[in-house]
């Protein structure tokens, strides 16, 4: 195990999509950097993704107009960083089953397209034959976004990884921070290191990271959980991935399955009455998987900012710098966030 050296320009603490984007446009803007991560690269909130990239976010232009310049980096990943993504479009559907979803839609459609989102309305027939799980006498309309993705995150974050390196940034796994002082003298295990700025990118982690130096971020974790459908007895035709807009619930295929999320159960809910839930749900939006057996996929905590809007920003009085707060959906502004941390970290 190397040692880690005596000082940086940039600390960038987590070693997800968030952080090694961070890493990666720093190093390249010529920035002395070095990552440290707790763990190993892409083990955290990175990995227990739902693999998607995607623009529109209902509601949530800004977080649109983010991950439409998240995309097109995306498009150009392989000349930047030498590593093919393999996107494979998929598509991204909302289903409205109330009148007042449909308006909610219509009202924010201006500020969608001019974020740059491409989306639209569709009318229940048309969504599915997008998605035949879907039972159109249960659907009234649906937004229609052809700008999604599937991606693996971990090839994401291998990306970035190789490329910060490739431009001198200083990787460190396995390698906790334990405390910062207030002249950004960031401790861990394995000794100390004296950081001009610190960047905290440690997804559900930034707040407590945030509070070694003192500084607070308004953070919330938010647990998912992702389920597995039975394997059906013919593999379902790929479909995009598909929201309803009154409960939350997801899926989307996933090899011979389907994958699904739909939160984890509330703080008076049993188990067995969230998958009730969800199999309620399931049974009235897509009949052919009424009955399904349902399965544990995997678990994480997601970081949830204010109205689960991401924080991006520094602090006013130190160099403090964080990008925090995705809700899951950090694949889909990493490249973003990286730029603008680095652009927020350069004009000093």
Known sequence: MSALPERADAVVIGGGVIGTSAACHLAEAGVNTVLLERGSLGGGASAHTAGMVRTYFPGAPRTGERAVRSLSAYHDFARRTEAPLGLK????????????????????????????????????????????????????????????????????????????????????????????????TVHTPRGSIKADSVVCTAGPWSGEVASMASVDLPMTPHPIEMLFTDAPDSPHHEMPMTMHATSGLRIRSWKDRVLLAMGMPGADETREAWLGRIAGHLGTLFPALDGTGLHRAWSGDFDAGPGNNALIGEHPARRFLYAAGFTGAGLCQAPAAGEMLRDLLIVK
């Open 89 to 184: 479009r998929l598509g991204f559907m909302v289903l409205f089953t109330e009148e007042r979803q449909i308006a909610d839609f219509e009202a924010d459609l201006q500020a969608q397209r001019a974020a740059g989102v491409d989306v639209g309305l569709i009318g229940a027939r048309e969504a599915s034959a997008l998605n035949p799980l879907i039972d159109e006498r249960a659907v009234l309309a649906a937004a229609w976004s052809p700008e999604a993705y599937h991606v693996d995150g971990l090839d994401i974050v291998r990306g970035y990884a190789a490329a910060a390196r490739n431009h001198g940034a200083r990787l460190f796994t396995h390698t906790p921070v334990t405390h910062i002082d207030d002249d950004n």
